[in-house]
């Protein structure tokens, strides 16, 4: 029982996966594990009540003396080499990721589960997802597992990592965790783990993993739990069992679940017992590193010094009752473990996930104790705080050391690392290895971004190169960070194992991912490093590298991901058009920055500034003002939007916006206004500062907010829920953004902006509004945060609207008394001087019905007038002497507004503090009100707004003029308002109450059936919005809008609604606010917010009883192949395919295939159907599970044999055909034949993937259609009579019938040809070609598959379905299949035939013997003897004949025949083989050993040689002579081309550097298109030649440029043009080249070229003559007249001459003549001695110009002043010219010519 004990002690985590089980609370599964100890066992995820159970039954069955399984003789933990496939155990989720999830197990072990191991109905709903979009919406792991969450798992894989290391897969599929139960052994009260399959409309059926047993989950035993999805992990207790274990009913109620203890009577048993049972053990030993217990009584477990409750060790004596729990079962040597901790085994208990202490892992902790060793399995350590951890006895020395356990014991002091913190075992686990501890980083928090690291290179991949750093520890160094520049061959560089340097780039810890660079300028730079953009202050420079590169500038990245970006002017001080040019990504740079804001992470650098060394700081204005500060300042300068100042006493310039002066906004115009350059202005604050400018306040409320410290300065102190004072900032369509001091800014979206419903949020605030607002959201990535400004969500200070009141007076008054005195006017003193409520003498000016005007001596221009209101009920007449009371002075317009009324003029009552009274409005002035309390002739002024938020969204709401308020007097006469009264105010009058009926609908929103009215809104395509009477929205969906039989195919339903109309609606349903999905629940309790409603007129009738359809039942209610109405709701682009929708809550899908029926509408099919058009679909597929709707818009739903359908191509497979998708998932195959009704010879040519084309269904099988392209199929009215028609069987063909066909393959059999989809005929070698093969291969070399060719039908087998053809010349009348140029000798036919079979019939005795056996001996072995005497090399004939006997031995004569023929032509092959090889090589070929036969096939014995007689050696010999005679003639002949590759090679030995021969040799193989051994033979050609014989080579040379050029890549030629240039001679390279190009009409690529041989080669004449040639040729005469000029001023002077007459030359022959003839005038007028130019333009003339022309010329020659010798020469050419083109008249005058010069030359000499 060793092993067992070893097995077992693996485990040590299972502490933690009970309390994680416990935890599970949080869902109904967790509430159902939390209640007791059994809960626990359910938390565990069933796996705890498995166990208790199986334990229990045993228990009962067996005598308490008798043990099952014997005890471990030692206690030891779990050991990760004991764990085997197979083994359960209990674990507790560590992490949780989208693809698996991290579980610790017992002993500090971990496993892994993975998404595919969870359950097989979660793993099914994972591979509908994949295979389609429409699946419902699956639950990710993180859905479905927590930390802490305990539950039973099995060891599913052991896999072994790279480094050796095991990791350990886990499952917990039910049907490996339950495997040891049966059907049968189910009882009630067992606690079982399974998963739930799925969910239904009463519980949810649950996976329990056992055959033929359905488990069943009613949702009332599930009702404190959530909602559970498919794939979710729960453990349950069998309430019944029925039919024998085939039904199950479960239930998950924590209280029982978690007290559920197993029994015996339950029948657990070794092969079936779980871990995470609960079960009442009694203790049988107390050992030093555990106990061994009895259970369930009958077996034995143990429990390791790790699960034993540390608090309770004393009372672990022999005999003591306990609660256990499983933590694993090893199934091999019956091992278990059990746990008596008391998060695992307590009811209502949890495993904490991580320790009390907080995350310590990685952490180094010195003068740690060690208590006690246990040998097997590890020690225990207590580290300073008293906690306790756990060393693994591989953990007490190094891995290379042997162990010395007493020496680590004895030690006083220890200093450990944390390796990780143990969840099941609820410790941590730490190491003793100096080699861990010393570790610079243990874990990837470590590791800072800009630190040094050293590590070792693991493997070179694509995308770049990864480092370990330390076992746990890796790296990528990204592909562009290898070097400053871009590695091409990085492998060169870096070896595996190699040790380097990097610096730290980025580090992720959370994903565990490192990145580094080895790019030298980063890893060597001194400067500062950027880290965070709050680094990256202007000014600064670091090293970054370009990440991209933009027209607009490049992005530069630093470390931590911190990029910015450059500008296309910061690029450079040059101007940079194209940075791709200049820049290339991963170059490091020295960058600059200009402009950095850490808040919403954008940076702008610079290169320039950079390089320019530009170091000084930006002129920052010098400042010392501090953000919060209370100021003083002077105004400088007014400006449209505000004041400039300068801040007191240092005069430090700031900004004062106009909106900041005041919190009213009426205040602030006013203020502006009276303030002028050189005023003094107190009680400002700052704040906000940035590198432009400093900004201030005088807004009282945020001056009291900044010295309060109700502020955030930054946006780390923004908390949801804060509540700021900010002011209005900016206005926008969705909201307001508020600005708060310090800079910061939120937004308020427009439904948090105020309580009221806003149709336009522009219009509700005024820019500069002070607000109060409260933090609701924080975005901290991308730094942004929402606030609300509703008055039911923000709490103002105590007295705040009192204290505004007041400061909105006194500003008032201060502009009152500004005013005053700056103009010096008495008047405006006399008006200042004026307070409301105090009384006026006056008289009466004017008095109309609505109106009077007054003057007053006092007041002597100024404008006093009372409205209606106030003269009401009073008969006023000019002149008339009156008592008015002020109302308002307004000081800019000198107006003062009185009151006459009685009530207000009357004796004034005093007030008392608190008093109540009702006020009446007299006069408003924007933000202030002038009120009268009741009848006590008192007034005082009041804000018009009672909130600093406060919004009027329309006039109606504003305080007018007559409105009564309920007034409260807080101080009877208050100082600090002039003595007035101070009050606090609500709006009073009457109030409508509303009825009970009333609140509940508009707050609780509408009910199933109501009938509402509402009026249209809006009208979009899908939908229509209808606002409702009570300002709520419902929409309309367009399936909702006529009834459905009267929507006509193409109609628009929703255009017949419009906008503004009022309409009648019935509400069927609502949507969810958040996601928007449909709900048409109609519980009587349940009403919506956003109702979805209906205008079908049937629908409306209240009498009609309105049935909630949700969507799955309305989707069953469709049938396959119905024809439907829907509408069209939006087109897929990606997946090109049209989502339509018959009902608010039925979506379905119209895939491409099933839009369009014409190819054409492919590329835009969206075009044919617009959004909200009602279409007639039909019903392809109907799924409610997962809900899936297909449909066709075609009037087809299924494919049927004979139809035509649109179809995709998706691959193109020679051997088969075009592979087709088809409509409604299904796939086609066209085979080659079926494409076209003529074939032709690339038949796959023209066809691409994703192609669409039409298609014939020919019928289907397996699954998949045979379709057909042919227009005879696709249009038979219109289509032309078919050149190769469909065969469709064998009976339609007939010997002796030409058919075309494409190859299938070539074997040894012959060539397999392709007639039809299902009929492939067969040519044997000897039918295929007239020539005698040796191989197939030759053939197969020259047939590849889908060659067309025409055969002729020889015999049908019908019965077999075999075809035979022959492709012979003569019987096909076209060209044989293999070229000439093979070289191949042909068979023999005709008379040598005949002579060959005459001979075979002379026979002795053997021959004759052979005959009488033919009807006895199987005819296999005759065939196989004439085979022998023939040349055993063509067993592809051979084949043919073993065949042919077996089929056809009747027909015995027929094959005497063929054999006969094959005869002759073997001997002929012999002799053609023998060109270059001696005598021997002409004995008869059936002296050839066996061995030579290809296939040996003739091994039966039957082989040997036939003796021949001594004639007939004869004759072979002398037929052996001739042909040897006639091919030494042959070769002899020197004017007989070689016409094989052996002709080639034995001339090449006699002149190997003939470059006329190679190239011969050359142009063989290219005949025969052998490209590849022409390229050999060129290559052998420049070995062989001399290095002598330039010329030679060159040739050689020419030819390959040649060769390349046609049949080459442009690649390959540039390669050997290169190797040309180093072999050669460069110049007549570049011009072979270039003349090349030029042949070729390859005119961009021969310019190219010139150009590069004018720069490279300008001494050379001949060069610019070419290029000028080349142009000219090309018609280029302007180019070439430039390069001429260019030329002369490239070549030597005395060149010139010659270069102009060659270009002269040039024009006449390419150009234009009389040009040509102009250069030339040109050049002899200036050397006319130059006697050769001169003959060279006579020769240009006479072949170019005209009679006269010529002449002309030949008298100017005749004149020249030049050697008589010359002249002469010049009368002679004149002579002939005439005598050839002239008259007799025109001879005669040249010869008196003559006659005059000689005699003229005679005078000179004479004198």
């Given at each position: 029982?060793?092993?067992?004990?070893?097995?077992?002690?693996?485990?040590?985590?299972?502490?933690?996966?009970?309390?994680?089980?416990?935890?599970?609370?949080?869902t109904e599964v967790d509430n159902l594990f939390q209640s007791n100890e059994q809960a626990e066992t359910k938390k565990r995820k069933g796996a705890v009540r498995d166990d208790g159970k199986k334990l229990k039954k045993p228990k009962t069955?067996?005598?308490?003396?008798?043990?099952?399984?014997?005890?471990?003789?030692?206690?030891?933990?779990?050991?990760?080499?004991?764990?085997?496939?197979?083994?359960?155990?209990?674990?507790?989720?560590?992490?949780?990721?989208?693809?698996?999830?991290?579980?610790?197990?017992?002993?500090?072990?971990?496993?892994?589960?993975?998404?595919?191991?969870?359950?097989?109905?979660?793993?099914?709903?994972?591979?509908?997802?994949?295979?389609?979009?429409?699946?419902?919406?699956?639950?990710?792991?993180?859905?479905?597992?927590?930390?802490?969450?305990?539950?039973?798992?099995?060891?599913?894989?052991?896999?072994?990592?790279?480094?050796?290391?095991?990791?350990?897969?886990?499952?917990?599929?039910?049907?490996?965790?339950?495997?040891?139960?049966?059907?049968?052994?189910?009882?009630?009260?067992?606690?079982?783990?399974?998963?739930?399959?799925?969910?239904?409309?009463?519980?949810?059926?649950?996976?329990?993993?056992?055959?033929?047993?359905?488990?069943?989950?009613?949702?009332?035993?599930?009702?404190?739990?959530?909602?559970?999805?498919?794939?979710?992990?729960?453990?349950?207790?069998?309430?019944?069992?029925?039919?024998?274990?085939?039904?199950?009913?479960?239930?998950?109620?924590?209280?029982?679940?978690?007290?559920?203890?197993?029994?015996?009577?339950?029948?657990?048993?070794?092969?079936?017992?779980?871990?995470?049972?609960?079960?009442?053990?009694?203790?049988?030993?107390?050992?030093?590193?555990?106990?061994?217990?009895?259970?369930?009584?009958?077996?034995?477990?143990?429990?390791?010094?790790?699960?034993?409750?540390?608090?309770?060790?004393?009372?672990?004596?022999?005999?003591?009752?306990?609660?256990?729990?499983?933590?694993?079962?090893?199934?091999?040597?019956?091992?278990?473990?059990?746990?008596?901790?008391?998060?695992?085994?307590?009811?209502?208990?949890?495993?904490?996930?991580?320790?009390?202490?907080?995350?310590?892992?990685?952490?180094?902790?010195?003068?740690?104790?060690?208590?006690?060793?246990?040998?097997?399995?590890?020690?225990?350590?207590?580290?300073?705080?008293?906690?306790?951890?756990?060393?693994?006895?591989?953990?007490?020395?190094?891995?290379?050391?042997?162990?010395?356990?007493?020496?680590?014991?004895?030690?006083?002091?220890?200093?450990?690392?944390?390796?990780?913190?143990?969840?099941?075992?609820?410790?941590?686990?730490?190491?003793?290895?100096?080699?861990?501890?010393?570790?610079?980083?243990?874990?990837?928090?470590?590791?800072?971004?800009?630190?040094?690291?050293?590590?070792?290179?693991?493997?070179?991949?694509?995308?770049?190169?990864?480092?370990?750093?330390?076992?746990?520890?890796?790296?990528?160094?990204?592909?562009?960070?290898?070097?400053?520049?871009?590695?091409?061959?990085?492998?060169?560089?870096?070896?595996?194992?190699?040790?380097?340097?990097?610096?730290?780039?980025?580090?992720?810890?959370?994903?565990?991912?490192?990145?580094?660079?080895?790019?030298?300028?980063?890893?060597?730079?001194?400067?500062?490093?950027?880290?965070?953009?709050?680094?990256?202050?202007?000014?600064?420079?670091?090293?970054?590298?370009?990440?991209?590169?933009?027209?607009?500038?490049?992005?530069?990245?630093?470390?931590?991901?911190?990029?910015?970006?450059?500008?296309?002017?910061?690029?450079?001080?040059?101007?940079?058009?194209?940075?791709?040019?200049?820049?290339?990504?991963?170059?490091?740079?020295?960058?600059?920055?200009?402009?950095?804001?850490?808040?919403?992470?954008?940076?702008?650098?610079?290169?320039?500034?950079?390089?320019?060394?530009?170091?000084?700081?930006?002129?920052?204005?010098?400042?010392?003002?501090?953000?919060?500060?209370?100021?003083?300042?002077?105004?400088?300068?007014?400006?449209?939007?505000?004041?400039?100042?300068?801040?007191?006493?240092?005069?430090?310039?700031?900004?004062?916006?106009?909106?900041?002066?005041?919190?009213?906004?009426?205040?602030?115009?006013l203020l502006w206004e009276s303030l002028q350059e050189g005023d003094n202005i107190s009680n400002l604050i700052c704040f906000s500062k940035n590198k432009q400018n400093i900004i201030l306040t005088k807004k009282p409320t945020v001056r009291?907010?900044?010295?309060?410290?109700?502020?955030?300065?930054?946006?780390?102190?923004?908390?949801?829920?804060?509540?700021?004072?900010?002011?209005?900032?900016?206005?926008?369509?969705?909201?307001?953004?508020?600005?708060?001091?310090?800079?910061?800014?939120?937004?308020?979206?427009?439904?948090?902006?105020?309580?009221?419903?806003?149709?336009?949020?522009?219009?509700?605030?005024?820019?500069?509004?002070?607000?109060?607002?409260?933090?609701?959201?924080?975005?901290?990535?991308?730094?942004?945060?929402?606030?609300?400004?509703?008055?039911?969500?923000?709490?103002?200070?105590?007295?705040?609207?009192?204290?505004?009141?007041?400061?909105?007076?006194?500003?008032?008054?201060?502009?009152?008394?500004?005013?005053?005195?700056?103009?010096?006017?008495?008047?405006?003193?006399?008006?200042?001087?004026?307070?409301?409520?105090?009384?006026?003498?006056?008289?009466?000016?004017?008095?109309?019905?609505?109106?009077?005007?007054?003057?007053?001596?006092?007041?002597?221009?100024?404008?006093?007038?009372?409205?209606?209101?106030?003269?009401?009920?009073?008969?006023?007449?000019?002149?008339?002497?009156?008592?008015?009371?002020?109302?308002?002075?307004?000081?800019?317009?000198?107006?003062?507004?009185?009151?006459?009324?009685?009530?207000?003029?009357?004796?004034?009552?005093?007030?008392?503090?608190?008093?109540?009274?009702?006020?009446?409005?007299?006069?408003?002035?924007?933000?202030?009100?002038?009120?009268?309390?009741?009848?006590?002739?008192?007034?005082?002024?009041?804000?018009?707004?009672?909130?600093?938020?406060?919004?009027?969204?329309?006039?109606?709401?504003?305080?007018?003029?007559?409105?009564?308020?309920?007034?409260?007097?807080?101080?009877?006469?208050?100082?600090?308002?002039?003595?007035?009264?101070?009050?606090?105010?609500?709006?009073?009058?009457?109030?409508?109450?509303?009825?009970?009926?009333?609140?509940?609908?508009?707050?609780?929103?509408?009910?199933?059936?109501?009938?509402?009215?509402?009026?249209?809104?809006?009208?979009?395509?899908?939908?229509?919005?209808?606002?409702?009477?009570?300002?709520?929205?419902?929409?309309?969906?367009?399936?909702?809008?006529?009834?459905?039989?009267?929507?006509?195919?193409?109609?628009?339903?929703?255009?017949?609604?419009?906008?503004?109309?009022?309409?009648?609606?019935?509400?069927?349903?609502?949507?969810?606010?958040?996601?928007?999905?449909?709900?048409?629940?109609?519980?009587?309790?349940?009403?919506?917010?956003?109702?979805?409603?209906?205008?079908?007129?049937?629908?409306?009738?209240?009498?009609?009883?309105?049935?909630?359809?949700?969507?799955?039942?309305?989707?069953?209610s469709y049938k396959v192949g119905e024809e439907i109405t829907c509408f069209v709701s939006k087109f897929n682009p990606e997946r090109k395919s049209l989502e339509v929708s018959t009902d608010p809550c039925v979506t379905g899908t119209v895939?491409?295939?099933?839009?369009?029926?014409?190819?054409?509408?492919?590329?835009?099919?969206?075009?044919?159907?617009?959004?909200?058009?009602?279409?007639?679909?039909?019903?392809?597929?109907?799924?409610?599970?997962?809900?899936?709707?297909?449909?066709?818009?075609?009037?087809?739903?299924?494919?049927?044999?004979?139809?035509?359908?649109?179809?995709?191509?998706?691959?193109?497979?020679?051997?088969?055909?075009?592979?087709?998708?088809?409509?409604?998932?299904?796939?086609?195959?066209?085979?080659?034949?079926?494409?076209?009704?003529?074939?032709?010879?690339?038949?796959?040519?023209?066809?691409?993937?994703?192609?669409?084309?039409?298609?014939?269904?020919?019928?289907?099988?397996?699954?998949?259609?045979?379709?057909?392209?042919?227009?005879?199929?696709?249009?038979?009215?219109?289509?032309?009579?078919?050149?190769?028609?469909?065969?469709?069987?064998?009976?339609?063909?007939?010997?002796?019938?030409?058919?075309?066909?494409?190859?299938?393959?070539?074997?040894?059999?012959?060539?397999?040809?392709?007639?039809?989809?299902?009929?492939?005929?067969?040519?044997?070698?000897?039918?295929?070609?007239?020539?005698?093969?040796?191989?197939?291969?030759?053939?197969?070399?020259?047939?590849?598959?889908?060659?067309?060719?025409?055969?002729?039908?020889?015999?049908?087998?019908?019965?077999?379905?075999?075809?035979?053809?022959?492709?012979?010349?003569?019987?096909?009348?076209?060209?044989?299949?293999?070229?000439?140029?093979?070289?191949?000798?042909?068979?023999?036919?005709?008379?040598?035939?005949?002579?060959?079979?005459?001979?075979?019939?002379?026979?002795?005795?053997?021959?004759?013997?052979?005959?009488?056996?033919?009807?006895?001996?199987?005819?296999?072995?005759?065939?196989?003897?004439?085979?022998?005497?023939?040349?055993?090399?063509?067993?592809?004939?051979?084949?043919?004949?073993?065949?042919?006997?077996?089929?056809?031995?009747?027909?015995?004569?027929?094959?005497?025949?063929?054999?006969?023929?094959?005869?002759?032509?073997?001997?002929?092959?012999?002799?053609?083989?023998?060109?270059?090889?001696?005598?021997?090589?002409?004995?008869?070929?059936?002296?050839?050993?066996?061995?030579?036969?290809?296939?040996?096939?003739?091994?039966?014995?039957?082989?040997?040689?036939?003796?021949?007689?001594?004639?007939?050696?004869?004759?072979?010999?002398?037929?052996?002579?001739?042909?040897?005679?006639?091919?030494?003639?042959?070769?002899?002949?020197?004017?007989?081309?070689?016409?094989?590759?052996?002709?080639?090679?034995?001339?090449?030995?006699?002149?190997?550097?003939?470059?006329?021969?190679?190239?011969?040799?050359?142009?063989?193989?290219?005949?025969?298109?052998?490209?590849?051994?022409?390229?050999?033979?060129?290559?052998?050609?420049?070995?062989?030649?001399?290095?002598?014989?330039?010329?030679?080579?060159?040739?050689?040379?020419?030819?390959?440029?040649?060769?390349?050029?046609?049949?080459?890549?442009?690649?390959?030629?540039?390669?050997?043009?290169?190797?040309?240039?180093?072999?050669?001679?460069?110049?007549?390279?570049?011009?072979?080249?270039?003349?090349?190009?030029?042949?070729?009409?390859?005119?961009?690529?021969?310019?190219?070229?010139?150009?590069?041989?004018?720069?490279?080669?300008?001494?050379?004449?001949?060069?610019?003559?070419?290029?000028?040639?080349?142009?000219?040729?090309?018609?280029?005469?302007?180019?070439?007249?430039?390069?001429?000029?260019?030329?002369?001023?490239?070549?030597?002077?005395?060149?010139?001459?010659?270069?102009?007459?060659?270009?002269?030359?040039?024009?006449?022959?390419?150009?234009?003549?009389?040009?040509?003839?102009?250069?030339?005038?040109?050049?002899?007028?200036?050397?006319?001695?130059?006697?050769?130019?001169?003959?060279?333009?006579?020769?240009?003339?006479?072949?170019?110009?005209?009679?006269?022309?010529?002449?002309?010329?030949?008298?100017?020659?005749?004149?020249?002043?030049?050697?008589?010798?010359?002249?002469?020469?010049?009368?002679?050419?004149?002579?002939?010219?005439?005598?050839?083109?002239?008259?007799?008249?025109?001879?005669?005058?040249?010869?008196?010519?003559?006659?005059?010069?000689?005699?003229?030359?005679?005078?000179?000499?004479?004198?």
């Open positions: 029982m060793a092993s067992v004990e070893e097995d077992f002690p693996r485990g040590g985590a299972s502490k933690k996966a009970t309390e994680s089980k416990i935890m599970v609370q949080r069955v067996k005598d308490k003396s008798l043990t099952l399984n014997a005890a471990a003789k030692c206690v030891e933990i779990l050991h990760i080499k004991n764990i085997k496939e197979g083994m359960l155990m209990l674990g507790c989720v560590k992490e949780v990721t989208d693809f698996e999830v991290t579980v610790g197990l017992p002993c500090g072990l971990q496993g892994f589960l993975s998404i595919k191991n969870i359950c097989d109905s979660y793993t099914k709903l994972l591979t509908e997802l994949l295979d389609s979009a429409d699946t419902e919406e699956i639950c990710s792991l993180p859905h479905l597992f927590y930390t802490g969450m305990v539950f039973r798992c099995v060891v599913a894989k052991l896999d072994v990592a790279k480094g050796g290391s095991l990791s350990i897969q886990l499952s917990i599929n039910p049907k490996l965790v339950n495997k040891g139960l049966t059907s049968s052994s189910l009882k009630a009260g067992m606690v079982l783990s399974g998963c739930v399959e799925s969910v239904e409309d009463h519980g949810y059926i649950v996976d329990i993993g056992i055959n033929g047993t359905k488990a069943f989950l009613p949702k009332k035993a599930a009702k404190d739990a959530e909602e559970l999805k498919v794939g979710q992990y729960v453990s349950s207790q069998m309430e019944e069992v029925k039919n024998d274990g085939r039904v199950v009913r479960l239930s998950v109620s924590p209280s029982t679940v978690a007290q559920a203890c197993a029994e015996s009577k339950q029948g657990w048993n070794l092969t079936n017992l779980l871990p995470g049972l609960l079960v009442k053990a009694t203790i049988k030993k107390v050992t030093k590193h555990g106990l061994i217990l009895d259970f369930l009584s009958s077996f034995s477990g143990q429990v390791d010094f790790l699960h034993m409750e540390p608090e309770e060790a004393s009372s672990y004596i022999e005999g003591a009752e306990v609660r256990a729990c499983v933590l694993y079962v090893e199934p091999s040597t019956r091992l278990v473990a059990l746990s008596l901790r008391s998060y695992l085994v307590q009811p209502g208990t949890r495993v904490d996930p991580s320790p009390a202490g907080g995350d310590r892992i990685g952490e180094v902790v010195t003068d740690c104790k060690m208590t006690t060793m246990h040998h097997m399995s590890g020690a225990m350590l207590e580290l300073p705080d008293k906690t306790l951890a756990f060393v693994h006895r591989n953990h007490l020395k190094e891995s290379n050391e042997p162990a010395n356990e007493n020496r680590v014991l004895a030690m006083s002091e220890h200093t450990c690392r944390i390796l990780d913190f143990s969840p099941m075992d609820q410790i941590h686990f730490v190491s003793l290895r100096k080699s861990v501890i010393e570790r610079p980083f243990f874990r990837y928090q470590d590791l800072q971004a800009g630190q040094y690291v050293e590590g070792t290179v693991s493997v070179l991949l694509n995308h770049g190169m990864v480092v370990h750093l330390s076992d746990h520890i890796k790296g990528l160094v990204p592909r562009t960070h290898l070097s400053d520049i871009l590695l091409k061959n990085p492998e060169k560089k870096y070896m595996e194992g190699m040790k380097i340097k990097c610096r730290v780039l980025s580090v992720d810890a959370e994903n565990k991912k490192l990145y580094l660079t080895r790019k030298k300028a980063l890893v060597e730079s001194s400067l500062p490093l950027f880290l965070s953009y709050s680094d990256a202050r202007p000014g600064r420079v670091s090293h970054g590298y370009i990440v991209c590169i933009k027209d607009f500038g490049c992005i530069v990245r630093f470390y931590n991901n911190v990029k910015g970006l450059v500008p296309v002017n910061e690029l450079s001080s040059e101007p940079i058009i194209s940075p791709e040019d200049i820049f290339y990504v991963g170059q490091v740079l020295k960058t600059k920055v200009l402009q950095c804001d850490p808040d919403k992470a954008k940076m702008v650098l610079s290169f320039k500034a950079a390089v320019e060394g530009d170091t000084e700081e930006a002129a920052k204005p010098h400042f010392d003002c501090e953000v919060g500060k209370r100021l003083q300042a002077r105004v400088l300068k007014k400006s449209v939007n505000g004041l400039e100042v300068a801040i007191l006493p240092d005069e430090i310039r700031a900004v004062l916006p106009t909106v900041h002066l005041s919190d009213h906004m009426s205040n602030c115009p009291w907010s900044m010295e309060e410290g109700v502020v955030a300065k930054d946006f780390s102190e923004i908390t949801v829920g804060m509540q700021l004072i900010g002011w209005i900032k900016n206005i926008m369509s969705y909201g307001v953004f508020v600005e708060f001091p310090y800079g910061l800014v939120g937004l308020a979206p427009k439904s948090a902006m105020t309580d009221k419903f806003v149709s336009d949020a522009t219009t509700a605030f005024q820019l500069g509004q002070t607000v109060y607002a409260k933090v609701t959201n924080l975005d901290e990535e991308k730094r942004r945060f929402l606030v609300t400004l509703k008055i039911s969500e923000v709490i103002c200070p105590e007295g705040d609207a009192q204290t505004r009141l007041i400061n909105g007076l006194q500003e008032r008054r201060a502009l009152t008394e500004m005013l005053a005195m700056r103009e010096n006017s008495d008047l405006r003193q006399q008006l200042a001087a004026l307070s409301v409520g105090q009384k006026l003498k006056l008289t009466v000016d004017t008095a109309k019905d609505s109106s009077a005007t007054f003057k007053s001596d006092d007041l002597v221009s100024a404008t006093i007038l009372a409205t209606k209101h106030h003269v009401m009920g009073v008969n006023l007449t000019p002149g008339q002497k009156v008592t008015a009371v002020v109302l308002h002075v307004d000081i800019l317009s000198t107006r003062v507004h009185v009151s006459i009324l009685s009530k207000l003029v009357g004796k004034k009552k005093s007030l008392t503090e608190g008093s109540k009274y009702t006020a009446t409005v007299q006069h408003t002035d924007k933000d202030f009100a002038v009120i009268s309390l009741a009848d006590t002739a008192q007034l005082t002024v009041i804000q018009t707004s009672s909130h600093l938020n406060e919004i009027f969204l329309s006039e109606s709401e504003m305080v007018k003029a007559g409105m009564s308020l309920a007034v409260e007097v807080i101080e009877p006469s208050c100082q600090e308002v002039q003595g007035l009264p101070l009050v606090s105010w609500a709006r009073s009058g009457p109030k409508r109450q509303r009825t009970t009926s009333e609140n509940q609908t508009s707050s609780k929103g509408h009910r199933f059936g109501e009938i509402v009215q509402g009026k249209v809104r809006t009208v979009k395509p899908t939908s229509i919005q209808v606002t409702l009477e009570d300002g709520s929205t419902g929409s309309v969906h367009v399936s909702e809008v006529v009834e459905v039989s009267e929507a006509c195919q193409r109609s628009f339903p929703t255009s017949s609604v419009k906008v503004g109309s009022v309409v009648t609606a019935r509400v069927i349903g609502g949507r969810e606010a958040s996601s928007h999905r449909f709900l048409p629940f109609s519980h009587p309790k349940f009403t919506y917010t956003i109702p979805e409603l209906t205008l079908i007129p049937s629908k409306l009738d209240a009498s009609a009883d309105l049935k909630p359809v949700t969507a799955k039942e309305k989707l069953n895939e491409l295939l099933a839009i369009i029926t014409d190819p054409k509408d492919a590329s835009h099919p969206e075009k044919l159907y617009k959004l909200g058009q009602a279409v007639h679909a039909k019903v392809v597929e109907v799924n409610s599970k997962p809900q899936r709707l297909v449909l066709s818009l075609t009037g087809v739903h299924k494919l049927e044999t004979g139809s035509v359908t649109l179809g995709m191509v998706t691959n193109i497979q020679p051997q088969v055909g075009l592979l087709v998708k088809l409509p409604f998932g299904g796939m086609g195959t066209v085979c080659v034949t079926d494409l076209a009704d003529a074939y032709r010879p690339n038949p796959l040519d023209g066809y691409s993937k994703d192609q669409l084309l039409r298609c014939f269904l020919l019928g289907s099988e397996n699954g998949r259609w045979a379709l057909s392209l042919r227009p005879t199929r696709l249009n038979p009215q219109q289509a032309k009579p078919a050149k190769d028609p469909e065969v469709l069987s064998v009976d339609k063909l007939k010997a002796g019938q030409i058919i075309r066909g494409y190859v299938k393959s070539v074997g040894e059999q012959g060539v397999f040809i392709r007639l039809s989809k299902s009929i492939t005929g067969r040519a044997q070698l000897q039918q295929s070609t007239k020539y005698f093969v040796s191989n197939h291969k030759v053939l197969s070399e020259h047939l590849p598959p889908n060659t067309l060719l025409t055969t002729k039908i020889l015999s049908i087998d019908k019965k077999e379905v075999l075809v035979n053809l022959s492709l012979l010349p003569v019987d096909t009348g076209k060209p044989d299949v293999l070229p000439e140029s093979l070289g191949l000798p042909l068979r023999l036919i005709g008379e040598d035939k005949k002579k060959h079979d005459t001979k075979k019939k002379k026979r002795t005795l053997s021959e004759s013997e052979e005959k009488q056996a033919e009807s006895q001996v199987p005819k296999k072995k005759k065939k196989k003897t004439k085979k022998a005497k023939t040349d055993g090399n063509d067993s592809g004939v051979e084949v043919f004949f073993r065949e042919e006997e077996d089929e056809e031995e009747p027909k015995s004569d027929s094959v005497k025949v063929s054999r006969n023929s094959v005869g002759p032509s073997r001997l002929q092959v012999a002799a053609g083989f023998s060109w270059d090889v001696g005598l021997s090589s002409l004995k008869p070929a059936s002296a050839a050993p066996e061995g030579d036969f290809s296939d040996g096939e003739d091994q039966d014995g039957s082989s040997k040689p036939q003796k021949k007689s001594r004639h007939e050696l004869e004759q072979e010999k002398k037929a052996a002579e001739k042909a040897l005679v006639q091919r030494e003639a042959e070769l002899m002949d020197p004017t007989l081309q070689p016409q094989d590759a052996a002709a080639f090679e034995r001339l090449l030995l006699a002149t190997p550097n003939s470059s006329l021969l190679w190239l011969q040799y050359m142009a063989h193989h290219l005949q025969a298109t052998q490209i590849e051994q022409a390229r050999t033979v060129a290559e052998r050609a420049l070995k062989t030649i001399s290095f002598r014989e330039e010329q030679e080579k060159l040739n050689v040379w020419v030819a390959l440029l040649n060769l390349e050029n046609m049949y080459g890549t442009e690649e390959s030629l540039k390669k050997v043009f290169e190797r040309a240039l180093q072999f050669c001679e460069p110049m007549p390279v570049y011009q072979q080249l270039a003349d090349i190009y030029a042949k070729s009409d390859k005119t961009k690529e021969a310019e190219g070229l010139y150009k590069t041989m004018v720069k490279r080669f300008r001494q050379n004449k001949a060069v610019w003559l070419s290029y000028g040639t080349f142009l000219l040729q090309q018609g280029h005469s302007d180019a070439a007249s430039a390069l001429l000029q260019r030329a002369l001023k490239s070549l030597p002077s005395k060149e010139s001459v010659d270069v102009i007459a060659k270009f002269a030359q040039l024009e006449f022959r390419y150009g234009d003549a009389e040009k040509g003839r102009t250069m030339f005038d040109k050049v002899l007028t200036s050397y006319p001695k130059r006697t050769d130019l001169w003959s060279v333009f006579i020769d240009l003339m006479v072949k170019y110009g005209s009679q006269k022309e010529v002449r002309a010329l030949f008298d100017r020659v005749i004149h020249l002043s030049v050697s008589v010798k010359k002249i002469k020469f010049f009368f002679k050419r004149y002579l002939e010219y005439e005598k050839k083109h002239g008259t007799p008249q025109s001879i005669q005058a040249v010869k008196e010519k003559a006659i005059e010069f000689v005699e003229a030359k005679g005078t000179e000499a004479a004198n």
